[in-house]
């Protein structure tokens, strides 16, 4: 019969400690400022939290950042402080705020959301591209151009295109922002670039050669090495040329004795003038 009254206070107890934590009556908004509303995957950002004119000047105060209305962080203070997000990920996007307590919470169970707020963009600093190829079977040794074009880059910046082959990086060039493209070319390919070609553009310089975002998007390049001649018709091809050569010098010889024996029979012909023979009629005398 005493085990409901020692159970029923430490329940009564665990409630109004969750009450408390749940409705966190003493929380009051701070402001906010960033220095950016638009990051890149890895990059760190700051926000401040300003608590001025909202409290006692060297009040000690639980200042949280608080992430779509949750807090995240907290950090005891009596002045204003800044935090920093390190290495910025897609889930470091959303809205952000700022409140302080004069009671410490766990920084998940800090729940408000406040209208003055931050929203913070998250961006990769490497965007897919379309690649096409003019040829995708070439002659080894043929000169191959691959154009990359997107529609889905921002129009402002610097960007820089890459070229991969196999996921490795092989060139990289400027990319055009007024047309959405940029142009590679591969001069005098040979047998072991056949590969996977794909292109991705950056906002910033890469030294990593390796890129797991160039396996998207690909277009698959042959180079291809001409058949060659076997040599059976290589010799009859040989055959071929030598009696065409001796009929052509053949004809040569032949056109050039018979010019000869006509200028000479031409000349002959000169030298010795024609004689005519007049044959006078003659009377036949028949006796009877």
């Known amino acids: 019969m005493m085990i409901p009254n020692l159970f029923f206070p430490m329940v009564a ?10 409705q966190q009556p003493d929380l009051e908004p701070a402001r906010i400022y960033g220095l950016t509303s638009r990051v890149t995957v890895g990059e760190q950002f700051e926000l401040k939290c300003s608590m001025f004119g909202l409290k006692k000047v060297d009040e000690l105060v639980y200042l949280y950042l608080c992430k779509d209305g949750v807090g995240i962080v907290v950090k005891a203070t009596a002045e204003d402080y800044t935090f920093t997000i390190r290495q910025a990920s897609f889930e470091s996007a959303g809205n952000y705020s700022c409140v302080f307590s004069r009671v410490r919470y766990n920084p998940p169970d800090v729940r408000r959301q406040e209208y003055n707020s ?3 963009t998250v961006i990769d600093f490497l965007h897919p591209a379309v690649v096409a190829v003019n040829e995708p079977r070439v002659r080894r040794g043929s000169d191959v151009e691959f154009k990359c074009t997107s529609e889905d880059t921002p129009d402002t910046g ?3 295109a890459y070229l991969c082959r196999n996921q490795q990086i092989i060139d990289v060039n400027i ?3 007024n047309q959405k493209q ?8 040979q047998e072991d670039d056949s590969a996977n070609y794909s292109c991705v553009l950056s906002e910033k310089l890469l030294a990593a050669k390796y890129l797991e975002l160039c396996k998207n998007n690909t277009v698959f390049l042959e180079v291809y090495e001409p058949e060659p001649v076997s040599q059976c018709g ?4 040989r055959i071929l040329c030598s009696i065409a050569v001796l009929i052509v010098l053949v004809v040569v010889l ?3 004795r018979f010019c ?3 200028e000479i029979c031409e000349g002959q012909g000169d030298r010795h003038p024609k004689v005519s023979f007049v044959m006078e009629p003659q009377q036949v005398m028949v006796e009877d």
Do not use: P, Y
């Open 175 to 177: 990319w055009n922002l």
């Open 13 to 22: 107890v665990a409630s109004l400690g969750n009450l408390v934590i749940g």
């Open 260 to 262: 000869r024996r006509k």
């Open 234 to 237: 290589e010799n009859v091809f």
């Open 158 to 160: 610097l960007f820089h």
């Open 118 to 120: 931050v929203f913070v």
């Open 182 to 189: 940029t142009i590679f070319f591969l001069r005098q390919v």
């Open 254 to 256: 032949t056109s050039d």
